[in-house]
Every structure is written in structure tokens, then in C-alpha cells.
């Protein structure tokens, strides 16, 4: 490659475009969500209210004087766009900001009964009670008996499609007239991968290797973080990794990104469901007792800015991993950087910026996407209306090794 490759920035001001929905549409639902969650008091119900016309509305405000992070969002960029519409600034940007306004305004960060609440916490409990988990967990039994190559590659697909169960997405999802929600396991069979780099993938662990340590960069919890754990226990279980390392958000982000309570709530699931399922669920119990399986958190995983700019002591852990996964359409955004790319940008040059071997596992839910053959986009774009690209029918496996 001779020079650094770039593309525009996504940016919301564009009435139609799928960004603009998420700001215009998905923004308030995700609002009303909360405050029919919670028997939140009267300021935390004004304090939504004055989010909801300021992220449709008004323009982008600093924090509090008092805000314990307000330096560190200072140094995101905050000053340069307080005074700018939502809409204005880089979407990735205002996604972010939109969350760590939305938990302020329900008294999460402040000290009193409500701090450390996670409002949605709902929707997360019943999708993990739901009976399509129950499946899921009960289709376990039978990989049992698959030899190992087989069940490796069933956990590895598992772990990709789950990241189709995202609830913020079905929220945006019910709300476009005519469109179906793509819950996993409920919707349309799923159709093929636009990449698939599983061969690096599984040449990166090898069986018996000890390879060293997995980072899983997780995104959704429940159906989604269920299948990444399970993945995980069958690395351990099979050597392929010595020890693995769950990087979760430090703070409930995007309605249903996964926390420390939910991988905690999610192995509790899988310790008391019936079959093979509760196996799964002790051995990970003892794995994270036992420190093979470790859960970390870092405030850069809610910062509204790509991977290029993680600090040093991420880069310093990605760097020494055997491999690190990124889960889901968001993590995907920011290791490419959230921009426009012609689609057949090739995927080593856009995370040639990534301190070791990568690897995305994601179901396609926003315009971004690179790494694509030519005929492979040819035959996307001549199947529709581009929307391959936002509803979460296609998915990719895409490695750097
Ligand atoms: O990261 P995830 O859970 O796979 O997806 C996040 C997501 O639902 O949110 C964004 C819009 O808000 C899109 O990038 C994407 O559709």
C-alpha cells in the first residue's frame, strides 16, 4: 500500500441515510424505553425530556463542571463540537455521547440510590430468559457428540450470527414498517457470508497449541455473549488458547452492549440450564476462578472514537494476544474507522493500524464494510435495494493475521 488509505467520515445530516434514522429515530425510542423501564422520580424524567430535544433538536452541551470524565470527553473532542448539532459531528461521535448523556440523566454516574443502575437491564434479563435461549442452549446437547473440527466451526458461526441478537437494533428494526426482526434463530434461514476467513481464524489457534491469550472484544450481552462464551470454553477446553480475556463496556452503552453483570448474569445461565449447556457453564465458572479466564474493562470502549486511537496500554494487550476478536457491527465501525470505504477496500490496509492479529465477527448493520471481492459486491448491489448493507441478513468473518 503507498499511502494511507481514507474515505468521508459517516456523519447523521443526511435526511433517509441510516445514520440520520439512528439520531432521528432510534434516539428517542431508545428514551422511551428507558423511562417505561424504570419508576425513575420527576428530575430524572425532566432530565429525559431535555435529552430528547436536545440530541433531536438543540445542539451537542458540555458536561458538568463536576463530571469526573468531563476531561477525558474534553479530550474526544468534546470543546471542538459543544455548540454543534447532533447531526453535525462525526456519528459515531454523537452515538457515544448520546449514551454517556442518557445514563447521566437517569442518576447512573451520580452518587444516591440510582448510581450504577443499568437502565436496560430489563430487555436484557427477559431476552436471556427467553424461550428462544432455551433452544439455543438445548441445541447444545446434540453438538456434544460432532467431532472437534465440527463443533468448533458450529461455536464459531454461533458467536458470529448471535451478534444478529442486538436489542437496540430490533428496536430500530420494529419500528420500520414492513421489515421483519431479525432475531436470531427466528427470521429468514440465514443466507451466506459476504467473507469468510475462518481458515486464518483457526490457523491462528491451532488444537493443542496453547497459542497464548484470546482478547474477545464483546458486544451484545444475553444471545449474543452467550455464544462468545461458549466459543471460548471450547478454546480453553481444546488448548487452542492458554487463557482468554472478555473486554467488556464499562458502562451500559448502546441498550444492550455487554457489562461485568451481564457476562456474570450469563454464565449463571448456562451454570443452571439443563445438558450440555450447564457443563459449558461450570467450566467457565472455573475458568474465571482459576484466572484462564479473565474480564476486563477500559473507559476507551465507550469513547465515540475509532481503535487508531486507543491508548498504549490497550495496544500494549492487543499486541501480545495471539488474537483478538472484535464482535459486532460497532467494534467493526471503529477498527475500520467509520468511514465510507469503496467496499472493496481490502481489509489489511484499513486495520494496518491494529497492534496484532484481528479478526471481526459481525453481521452487517451499518453502511461501513470493506474487505469485499469485486463479484461478491457486484452480486450484493444487484440484490436490492442496498439494504445487504443495514439489516443484519449478511454477515463476515474477515481476519488479519
Ligand atoms: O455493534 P452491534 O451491536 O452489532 O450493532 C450496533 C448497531 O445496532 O448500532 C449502530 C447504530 O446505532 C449500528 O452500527 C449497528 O446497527
Not at 149 to 160: K, V
Not at 294 to 321: K, S, V
Request: charged share 20%; proline share 9%.
Amino acid at each position: 500500500m503507498s499511502a494511507t488509505p481514507s474515505a468521508p467520515v459517516l456523519r447523521a445530516d443526511e435526511p433517509g441515510s441510516f445514520p440520520h434514522s439512528v439520531l432521528a429515530e432510534r434516539h428517542p425510542a431508545v428514551i422511551r424505553q428507558v423511562r417505561e423501564a424504570f419508576p425513575y422520580g420527576p428530575a430524572q424524567r425532566r432530565a429525559l425530556d431535555a435529552l430528547l430535544d436536545s440530541c433531536t433538536k438543540g445542539v451537542i452541551e458540555d458536561l458538568p463542571a463536576d463530571a469526573p470524565d468531563r476531561d477525558r470527553w474534553h479530550a474526544w473532542g468534546l470543546e471542538q463540537y459543544t455548540g454543534r448539532s447532533w447531526f453535525e459531528v462525526p456519528w459515531l461521535w454523537s452515538e457515544s455521547y448520546f449514551y454517556r448523556r442518557l445514563l447521566e440523566a437517569v442518576g447512573y454516574f451520580a452518587p444516591g440510590p440510582w448510581q450504577g443502575i443499568d437502565p436496560f437491564r430489563p430487555s436484557k434479563l427477559a431476552e436471556l430468559d427467553s424461550p428462544e435461549t432455551d433452544e439455543e442452549l438445548a441445541a447444545l446437547d446434540a453438538l456434544e457428540n460432532e467431532p472437534a473440527p465440527e463443533r468448533a466451526a458450529a461455536l464459531l458461526h454461533g458467536s458470529l450470527w448471535g451478534n444478529r441478537a442486538d436489542l437496540g437494533f430490533r428496536l430500530s428494526a420494529q419500528s420500520t414498517p414492513g421489515q421483519s426482526t431479525p432475531a436470531q434463530g427466528t427470521a429468514r434461514p440465514a443466507p451466506g457470508l459476504v467473507a469468510d476467513d475462518s481458515a486464518a481464524f483457526w490457523s491462528l489457534l491451532p488444537p493443542s497449541s496453547r497459542a497464548g491469550t484470546l482478547c474477545l472484544v464483546a458486544d451484545n450481552a444475553g444471545r449474543e455473549l452467550v455464544p462468545d462464551l461458549l466459543l471460548i470454553d471450547h478454546l480453553l477446553a481444546h488448548g487452542r488458547v492458554e487463557r482468554a480475556v472478555v473486554h467488556v463496556k464499562p458502562y451500559p452503552y448502546y441498550v444492550s452492549d455487554a457489562t461485568t453483570a451481564d457476562v456474570v448474569d450469563a454464565v449463571r445461565r448456562l451454570a443452571g440450564a439443563p445438558g450440555a449447556a450447564a457443563g459449558h457453564g461450570r467450566r467457565l465458572w472455573a475458568a474465571m476462578s482459576d484466572g484462564r479466564l479473565e474480564i476486563r474493562t477500559h473507559p476507551f470502549f465507550c469513547a465515540p472514537l475509532p481503535y487508531a486511537a486507543m491508548p498504549d496500554d490497550l495496544r500494549e494487550e492487543f499486541a501480545a494476544a495471539a488474537l483478538t476478536v472484535l464482535k459486532g457491527d460497532l467494534n467493526y465501525r471503529r477498527l475500520v474507522g467509520d468511514r465510507l470505504w469503496p467496499p472493496t477496500t481490502p481489509f489489511a490496509d484499513v486495520t494496518a493500524h491494529f497492534p496484532g492479529p484481528v479478526a471481526a465477527l459481525r453481521t452487517l448493520k451499518s453502511d461501513v464494510i470493506t474487505g469485499l471481492d469485486a463479484t461478491v459486491q457486484a452480486a450484493l448491489d444487484a440484490s436490492g435495494d442496498g439494504r445487504w448493507r443495514i439489516s443484519g441478513t449478511h454477515a463476515l468473518i474477515q481476519v488479519r493475521t
